[in-house]
């Protein structure tokens, strides 16, 4: 630093007798240089004492950073079990919500997809059950009254293809007579 000083008394000297603007740029890189000259040598000196220096102070961070983790593990040791249990705690209230929360949006799903069902003409659940028993008792009812005709016959599958629609407008009439059939049978028959 003190040759910077020098040259600023040197370059103040000269200033008084009005240099060129050559001059003046010459006296600026040169002035420049040496301010660069000095960084360098003090970062050139910074490098050797953090060289001589560095060992002892990395063994004495090094000694610290021990320290601390030996404290810290002590007083983490003391809290943990507390900890747990407030974040087992925490976790089963969560657990809950979630459990809660999802219940009610499977709740929600099912309500809206069963009006869709509704709105699109889609038997439920009941008119399923309904319908089975129907056909249940119509079963019964034909095994009744005509043995085993309710089974069709594996020799003969064109010819049901070609009775098919006969076969359906006899179930239509089965199906509209049988509620009258079954009273007529009830009053007939003492057991029922």
């Given at each position: 630093?003190?040759t910077?000083k020098?040259?600023?008394?040197?370059?103040?000297?000269k200033?008084?007798?009005?240099?060129?603007?050559?001059?003046?740029?010459?006296?600026?890189t040169?002035?420049?240089?040496?301010?660069?000259?000095?960084?360098?040598?003090?970062?050139?000196?910074?490098?050797?004492?953090?060289?001589?220096?560095?060992?002892?102070l990395f063994?004495?961070?090094?000694k610290?950073?021990?320290?601390?983790?030996q404290?810290?593990?002590?007083?983490?040791?003391?809290?943990?079990?507390?900890?747990?249990?407030?974040?087992?705690?925490?976790?089963?209230?969560?657990r809950?919500?979630?459990?809660?929360?999802?219940?009610?949006l499977?709740?929600?799903?099912e309500?809206?997809?069963?009006r869709?069902?509704?709105?699109?003409g889609?038997?439920?659940?009941?008119?399923?059950?309904?319908?089975s028993?129907q056909?249940?008792?119509?079963?019964?009812?034909?095994?009744?009254?005509?043995?085993?005709?309710?089974?069709?016959r594996?020799?003969?599958?064109?010819?049901?293809?070609?009775k098919?629609p006969?076969?359906?407008?006899?179930?239509?009439r089965?199906?509209?007579?049988?509620?009258?059939?079954?009273k007529?049978?009830r009053?007939?028959?003492?057991t029922?």
């Open positions: 630093m003190a910077f020098k040259t600023a008394k040197k370059s103040s000297a200033s008084r007798a009005k240099p060129t603007p050559q001059q003046q740029a010459e006296q600026f040169k002035t420049i240089s040496e301010s660069a000259q000095q960084v360098w040598l003090a970062g050139v000196g910074a490098f050797s004492r953090a060289q001589t220096e560095g060992n002892k063994e004495n961070l090094v610290e950073g021990l320290n601390l983790e404290t810290a593990r002590r007083f983490a040791g003391g809290q943990a079990e507390a900890v747990r249990g407030v974040v087992e705690s925490k976790v089963d209230q969560a809950e919500r979630a459990v809660d929360t999802w219940d009610r499977e709740k929600v799903f309500d809206r997809v069963q869709a069902l509704v709105k699109l889609v038997p439920g659940r009941d008119d399923l059950a309904d319908l028993r056909v249940d008792a119509l079963t019964k009812e034909l095994r009744r009254q005509g043995g085993n005709a309710a089974a069709p594996a020799s003969a599958p064109r010819t049901a293809a070609r098919a006969a076969a359906r407008k006899a179930a239509a089965t199906t509209a007579t049988a509620p009258a059939r079954k007529a049978s009053a007939k028959s003492p029922a």
